[in-house]
T-cell receptor, first 114, second 113 residues
Framework: AQSVTQLDSHVSVSEGTPVLLRCNYSSSYSPSLFWYVQHPNKGLQLLLKYTSAATLVKGINGFEAEFKKSETSFHLTKPSAHMSDAAEYFCVVSAMGRDDKIIFGKGTRLHILP | DAGITQSPRHKVTETGTPVTLRCHQTENHRYMYWYRQDPGHGLRLIHYSYGVKDTDKGEVSDGYSVSRSKTEDFLLTLESATSSQTSVYFC????????????FGPGTRLTVT
């Protein structure tokens, strides 16, 4: 069975400061992990993905995430927030197995303060 | 951009009426998905398709049916709409041979009054 937990429903940071969005997962199999971003009134856009290659994954717009198996975490980071990063972010887990499913987290809304 | 369109983009309908939402893709991807998005729930899978006439249920399939008679079109039908089906509906496709990486359409906002 798989599950994903986004630890914060809302995160606020000032423009120019680092961003950290936390995601923990559980999976019976080797997981693939994703982060998606959704800007207001838009569809979801793939930000980055981990599929058992390098544990540090770089995505678009300066975001990156690190897969830590020992901590079952896949936190999303960015060194310096920009106003355009204000959006909702979804952590997603998927794993090959008999019950091959994609599970979405409930989302973290990122607010950028001027 | 994976060439995904959804129609209509907005719809208001009355309780008890049938509603069909259409997802159209231009790149012949095999896997297609329908999700609903509700505040506090993230995205939840309704139905998915792994080929023409091949569909299966997701976690919230009650009250919904789907059809896929052509590779490019995946239809979601609410046989008798209820207020609990007020939501934003997203179609997605998978570009790989497994449902690991998905690209989403722009969404359809459905209101059932």
């Amino acid at each position: 069975a798989q599950s994903v937990t986004q630890l914060d429903s809302h995160v606020s940071v000032s423009e120019g400061t680092p961003v950290l969005l936390r995601c923990n997962y559980s999976s019976s199999y080797s997981p693939s992990l994703f982060w998606y971003v959704q800007h207001p009134n838009k569809g979801l856009q793939l930000l980055l993905k981990y599929t058992s290659a390098a544990t540090l994954v770089k995505g678009i717009n300066g975001f990156e995430a690190e897969f830590k198996k020992s901590e079952t975490s896949f936190h999303l980071t960015k060194p310096s927030a920009h106003m355009s990063d204000a959006a909702e972010y979804f952590c997603v887990v998927s794993a090959m197995g008999r019950d091959d499913k994609i599970i979405f987290g409930k989302g973290t809304r990122l607010h950028i303060l001027p | 951009d994976a060439g995904i369109t959804q129609s209509p983009r907005h719809k208001v309908t009355e309780t008890g009426t049938p509603v069909t939402l259409r997802c159209h893709q231009t790149e012949n991807h095999r896997y297609m998905y329908w999700y609903r998005q509700d505040p506090g729930h993230g995205l939840r899978l309704i139905h998915y398709s792994y080929g023409v006439k091949d569909t299966d249920k997701g976690e919230v399939s009650d009250g919904y049916s789907v059809s896929r008679s052509k590779t490019e079109d995946f239809l979601l039908t609410l046989e008798s709409a209820t207020s609990s089906q007020t939501s934003v509906y997203f179609c997605a496709i998978s570009t790989t041979g497994s449902p690991y990486e998905q690209y989403f359409g722009p969404g359809t906002r459905l209101t059932v009054t």
